[in-house]
Every structure is written in structure tokens, then in C-alpha cells.
């Protein structure tokens, strides 16, 4: 092992050693299958060529490859110290379009832009071993790891990660549920209105009967195919006669879409319009900012609004993030028949069935122990430290048995005082750690998470977990999950040109894939090998 992690590689040692003779060692992580009903990409590792093909060596740039659209940008975090910000706080986030999107570039030949590549989106594509909670009250377990940083030396990650709770078929809320579908002629062809037709058709034949749908289209004008009903039949039978055509004139298509889930409206479900579009919609209200704030004012009268992508070319993922924040919903990405049954397995839980409301993490650095950190990102999700305990402040959804996941960067005080430049004046100096050394000292952080289980207007809960150097481990020595999630942060790295990951190459993302995929049921993480391997051939 490189001589430059040898501070976190003997930390690593003793804690193991430590933990063996005091009998508390944990078992290792191991990724959790998904539901049989999603089809696996691919059963083995093979090249990934243009389109998705399995074809030979490399990916081959077989046309001009066209944007998938308009990204969001945003300023890459940075480390912080710790004596001048000791909390990090931000609203968790479970969105995954960052990684359909990133694929799609991928399979079309050419790599991303920087802006569309969200790293805490491409974590949560991926489901991890996590404990889930036996009830809705209980909200999150906290799982928590330490292990070297392959990227950095001297420094830690720290990976947190939780698991929603998954409520039984007929114990979850009936949904309450407007489909708004743009079938402009943009959305003519495989990978979009009939991609859309077939997936969500299928998902209609999963629903409860007490489960209402409406179904509303929008392209010169705005159409009704079918007011809010429990005959999803005939939804389905209505969904499939539509044709794509026309201008994308979508008038006040989104306020009729509020009006028609109004009519329906039942304050003991699940209210929510989803919005399924290729592209720079055009649904009424023009002006970004406003629309933004009709969606946060629709939100605070019970409505959430999710965003389904399709197609390619126009597709305005930057006013996409900013509704679905305001909306508190979820913006998905659908590339495929395969991605589309992902998306709604299991009666769409993920996506659509909200279990947690306004959901908000804030990690606590102790100074004695930790001199700088840095979140992995979450750039467009970060809170004010006072913003925690605020009951009143918005944060994310969190939708049934979805597992979400954050990464920092931590350095150590033991290994920043090799690194740092030493203090010439007393001043300048850090203040001795308290002496005798306690258990509170010597924890590296607390992780800390509030949620309300019962909805927005309900009372918020925070749990609490300490983190211990015990948990340290050293990088030959991590499961397959904390593998998986350092792959995808230098993987996300390397396409975002973060420039902390200039030296690190794709060869040692392959590695860690290699050990992640001994949990690998469903074919996901081969997949992204393959996506790793395309990148590493166009990235000259």
C-alpha cells in the first residue's frame, strides 16, 4: 500500500485490533438485492458500446453526439476547516437523474458536460445493505463507515447512509395521482411517448383500486384523457391512443393539472402530479422563478410534483431541479425500458410514496480530532447551520425504501499536523485537547438527522450517531457498499473534473467496482463498470 496513507492504515489496524478483542466487530456490508421485477442490465462484465450495445473492445463514436440538454451549473464543495465550521448541513436528496443522464452520454459516445454530473445523484441510483427501520415513526438507522480515501492521502472517508422505511402494499397511503404528459411531436419515437406508453402502462396494472389517476396531455393545447379514477383500464386504454404531434404550446397546462388533482383531493393520501417531458417545457407559466414559486406555493397546499426525463436534445434539467427542490418530488431520468422498470417497481414506492418529510443532515466535527473535511456533493442542497432544528425550514423528501448515501472527505488532526504548516505564534495555535481524553473527545463526529414521519405539518424528530475512529478500517478490508460508494465519488469526480481527482486514474475505480460487485443480483454495478470503461476510452 502507498506509503502516504500508512497514518490511516495503522489508525485502521488498531481500531480492528481493538474491536476483535473487546468482541464488537461488524459484520461486512453487502449490497442488497433489488426486486426480482426489475430486469438486470446486463449478467456479466462486457465493453459498453454506443446505445447500450455489448460490442467489442471499446465504444466507438459511430455519429455526432447531440447534448441531452440544459444542466444545472453549480461550484464543486470544497474542504472547510474545522475550527471555523465544525457543522455541515444539508438537505438529503433522492433524485437520480445525474446517473441516466451521465449513461446516456456514455452510450451516445461522448462524455458529459461537468454540470450534468450530481454526485449525490449517482450514489443514490445504487441500493445499498442498509438497515431499514420496522415502522415509520422510527425513520432512519443510521449506518455508518470509515475507511482511507483512495484518492487523497492522509485522509478518511466517511460514508452515512440510510434506508427508508418500506411500508406493506396495504398499509401505504392510496395515491392520488395526475399523469401531465407533453406528446408535442418532440416526443415522437422509441425512447420517449411509446417508451412512456409502455412503462407507465404497465405500472397502471400494479395500482390498488383505491389508487386514482388523471391523465392530462399538453402540446398546441391543454387536453383531459381522463378525469381522476380508480378504473385504471381505462387510463391505460386512454394512454395508449396518444399520438405525438403538434407545438409545445402547453397554455396553463401545469395550473390545470393542480386543478384537476384539487378535485380529488384527500388529505389522507398521496397528492401528486407527474410531469413526463423531452423537453424545455412549456406548461404555462414562462418565467423560471415564478414557476418555481407557483410549484413551492402548490407544495404548501399538500401537492408534490415530480419530474420523469425522457429523450434527449432539449431537455431542461436546470428548471427540473428547481421545481422538483420546490416541489418536493423526485426528477428521474428514463433511458430505457429497463431504467423505466426500475423506476416503477414495486408500484413506483421510490418514486412517487413519500415517507419522511423534510428530511436534513447535519454532521458535527470535533476539533480535537478532525481538522478539515469535505462533502462529496449535495452542492445545490446545503442548509444553514440553524436551518436543523427549524421545523418550519423545507428540505427533501424521502420516498419509500429508498437508500440514500452521503461521502466526506475527512482529515484527521493526527495526520493534518504533517501536511499543515506549523503556527509560528502562540495566537495562531489550536488550543490543546482536554486532558484526560474522553470518549466525547475522542469521537471524530456526530451524525445527526431530522425528519417529520408524519408529513410537512407534523412534528420533527432527530436521531443521533456518534462517529468512532473504532470504525475505521483499512481499504483492504472494506465491503462491497463502501467500495461501491468510493467508485462512484472518483468515477463522479473524474467526469465533473474535480481537480482532487486529477491523479487518481480509472483503473482504481475498476478495482473497487471489481470488490463491489460481489454483491451484484441485479447487474448494476457490472453496469457501471461499463460505463467506467467508456469514459476511461473517450476521456483522451
Request: aromatic share 8%.
Amino acid at each position: 500500500m502507498d506509503s502516504r496513507m500508512s497514518y490511516l492504515s495503522a489508525a485502521a489496524l488498531i481500531a480492528a485490533t481493538v474491536l476483535t478483542a473487546c468482541g464488537q466487530a461488524q459484520p461486512q456490508m453487502a449490497g442488497e438485492a433489488r426486486t426480482a421485477s426489475v430486469p438486470p442490465p446486463t449478467s456479466s462484465p462486457a465493453p459498453l458500446g454506443v446505445a447500450g450495445a455489448i460490442t467489442g473492445p471499446a465504444p466507438v463514436l459511430l455519429q455526432s453526439p447531440s447534448a441531452i440538454g440544459q444542466h444545472p451549473t453549480y461550484e464543486v464543495g470544497v474542504v472547510k476547516s474545522v475550527a471555523e465550521e465544525p457543522f455541515s448541513t444539508f438537505s438529503l436528496e433522492v433524485d437520480t437523474a445525474s446517473y441516466s443522464v451521465v449513461r446516456r452520454y456514455l452510450r451516445n459516445g461522448t462524455l458529459p458536460p461537468p454540470e450534468a454530473v450530481r454526485v449525490e445523484e449517482m450514489l443514490n441510483y445504487f441500493d445499498y445493505d442498509y438497515p431499514g427501520p420496522e415502522t415509520r415513526e422510527e425513520g432512519f438507522r443510521p449506518t455508518v463507515s470509515l475507511y482511507p480515501a483512495p484518492w487523497k492521502p492522509d485522509w478518511a472517508l466517511l460514508r452515512v447512509g440510510v434506508k427508508a422505511f418500506v411500508p406493506s402494499p396495504e398499509d401505504r397511503k392510496p395515491l392520488n395521482l395526475v399523469l401531465l404528459v407533453d406528446r408535442s411531436g418532440s416526443m415522437q419515437g422509441s425512447d420517449r411517448l411509446k417508451l412512456v406508453q409502455k412503462v407507465v402502462g404497465d405500472f397502471l396494472s400494479t395500482l390498488r383500486d383505491d389508487d386514482r389517476v388523471g391523465l392530462m396531455t399538453y402540446a398546441n393545447g391543454v387536453s383531459v384523457h381522463a378525469e381522476p379514477t380508480t378504473d385504471h383500464k381505462s387510463v391505460a386504454a386512454a394512454l395508449r391512443g396518444l399520438d405525438a404531434g403538434g407545438g409545445t404550446a402547453g397554455g396553463a397546462a401545469l395550473e390545470k393539472a393542480y386543478a384537476l388533482a384539487q378535485s380529488v383531493y384527500d388529505p389522507a393520501a398521496e397528492n401528486r402530479i407527474l410531469l413526463i417531458t423531452d423537453g424545455d417545457f412549456n406548461v404555462g407559466i414562462r418565467n423560471p422563478k415564478e414557476l418555481e414559486r407557483y410549484v413551492d406555493r402548490k407544495r404548501q397546499t399538500g401537492f408534490g410534483l415530480s419530474v420523469l426525463g425522457v429523450g434527449q436534445g432539449n431537455f431542461n434539467d436546470s428548471l427540473v431541479q428547481a421545481i422538483v427542490q420546490a416541489g418536493n418530488g423526485v426528477a428521474a431520468y428514463m433511458d430505457s425500458p429497463v431504467e423505466g422498470a426500475r423506476l416503477f417497481a414495486d408500484g413506483a414506492a421510490g418514486l412517487l410514496h413519500t415517507v419522511a418529510a423534510d428530511v436534513k443532515v447535519q454532521v458535527e466535527f470535533n476539533p480535537a480530532q478532525i481538522a478539515e473535511y469535505r462533502l462529496i456533493g449535495y452542492e445545490t442542497r446545503a442548509l444553514e447551520t440553524r436551518d436543523f432544528l427549524d421545523s418550519g425550514k423545507d428540505a427533501g423528501e424521502v420516498n419509500a425504501g429508498r437508500s440514500v448515501t452521503a461521502l466526506y472527505e475527512v482529515l484527521p488532526v493526527a495526520a493534518a499536523s504533517r501536511t499543515l504548516p506549523v503556527p509560528r505564534y502562540d495566537g495562531n495555535r489550536p488550543a490543546p485537547a482536554p486532558e484526560p481524553e474522553t470518549a466525547l473527545n475522542a469521537e471524530w463526529a456526530e451524525v445527526k438527522i431530522a425528519f417529520k414521519p408524519d408529513g410537512p405539518d407534523g412534528a420533527q424528530t432527530v436521531i443521533r450517531h456518534p462517529v468512532s475512529p473504532d470504525l475505521l478500517r483499512d481499504l483492504s478490508a472494506i465491503g462491497p457498499d463502501d467500495a461501491l460508494a468510493a467508485a462512484i465519488a472518483g468515477f463522479a469526480g473524474k467526469l465533473r473534473r474535480d481537480p482532487a481527482f486529477d491523479a487518481y486514474d480509472y483503473d482504481a475505480i475498476k478495482d473497487l467496482i471489481a470488490i463491489a460487485r460481489a454483491r451484484d443480483e441485479d447487474g448494476w454495478r457490472s453496469e457501471l463498470l461499463h460505463l467506467v470503461s467508456a469514459a476511461e476510452s473517450l476521456d483522451g
